[in-house]
């Protein structure tokens, strides 16, 4: 029997052990999947193989300590520095990102999408900088505090902060801050929100399970909007995979997947 965990802190909102565990129940693969709070990311190393697991997805806030906790890093993740599959491979982390084309199976529905205004700047962010500029896609960054947008000026982006927010018309908003998560709290200020949301065609959020405050704003708006719960979904086919060395069929995965929201 393998042992698969997500990690994060919070964890409790995680629907990956429920995702992961329909799949493993009913495509008969002798795993479970269960979840760890862990407080502090440089200890993601030593817990994942006390625990003696074969793989683990990462969430807020260790995605970059993830990164930093691997023996090898591959594809995708490996460009942005950011990690939220790890698989034992014979002892050794690999560290995989699956979030960005997660997002992008996401927002196939959108259609083109050309101009996009990313609120924040942490690890999803920068996964889904990077993927979009990959598709020569233009985006924006918007963050809180000035010195977490240095990665995203370095590789060419345009970066503000609330104080230097300027109106511009974009295809995309979406919320990759942890706001909304366990508080009632805006991305940024309320007239910055009204303002983006005004000049945007659609809205999404990475967080799922609930309505934000952001996605509130954009319901009342009456923009096309949606929540984090298929990007949930494309990174969990994609890191199942990983997890069981592709022996299982993807439609299988995603099927079983879509079927554990149900519950
Ligand atoms: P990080 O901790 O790496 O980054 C968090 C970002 O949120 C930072 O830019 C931080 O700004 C900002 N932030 C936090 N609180 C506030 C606030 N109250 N107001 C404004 N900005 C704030 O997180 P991740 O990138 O790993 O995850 C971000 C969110 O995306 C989480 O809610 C996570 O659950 C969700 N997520 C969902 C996925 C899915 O599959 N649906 C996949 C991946 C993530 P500052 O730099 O100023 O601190």
Redesign the pocket.
């Known amino acids: 029997m393998k042992l698969f965990a997500i990690f994060g802190d919070p964890v409790e909102h995680s629907r990956s052990p429920l995702m992961h565990n329909s799949v493993f129940k009913n495509l008969n693969y002798k795993a479970c999947y269960t979840r760890v709070h862990l407080k502090d990311g440089s200890k993601l190393k030593e817990t994942f193989f006390n625990l003696g697991l074969s793989g683990a997805n990462v969430?807020?806030?260790h995605?970059?300590a993830a990164f930093e906790a691997c023996d090898e890093v591959r594809g995708f993740a490996k460009t942005v520095g950011v990690v939220?599959t790890l698989v034992n491979e014979n002892g050794k982390l690999i560290g995989y990102n699956t979030?960005a084309d997660?997002f992008m199976y996401a927002i196939e529905e959108f259609g083109e999408v050309k101009d996009v205004l990313i609120?924040?700047?942490?690890?999803?962010?920068k996964a889904l900088a990077s993927r979009f500029m990959q598709d020569k896609i233009n985006v924006t960054v918007i963050?809180?505090?000035e010195?977490?947008l240095a990665y995203f000026k370095d590789i060419g982006l345009t970066c503000q902060t609330w104080d230097s927010y300027k109106t511009s018309k974009y295809d995309l908003v979406v919320n990759?801050?942890?706001?909304g998560?366990k508080?009632e709290?805006?991305?940024?200020p309320q007239e910055i929100i009204s303002d983006m949301l005004n000049n945007t065609s659609f809205a999404a959020d990475?967080?799922?399970g609930k309505l934000t405050p952001f996605l509130k704003m954009a319901k009342e708006k009456k923009i096309t909007y949606k929540d984090?719960?298929d990007?949930?979904l494309g990174?969990g086919v994609l890191a199942n995979e990983y997890f069981t060395c592709k022996e299982l069929d993807t439609d299988d995965i995603k099927s079983h997947m879509s079927k554990s929201f149900e519950l």
Do not use: F, W
């Open positions: 969430t807020v806030p995605k970059e939220n979030d997660g609120l924040g700047a942490g690890g999803t962010a963050n809180r505090s010195n977490r990759t801050t942890s706001a998560l508080d709290d805006l991305p940024a990475a967080i799922y984090g719960a990007m949930l990174q």
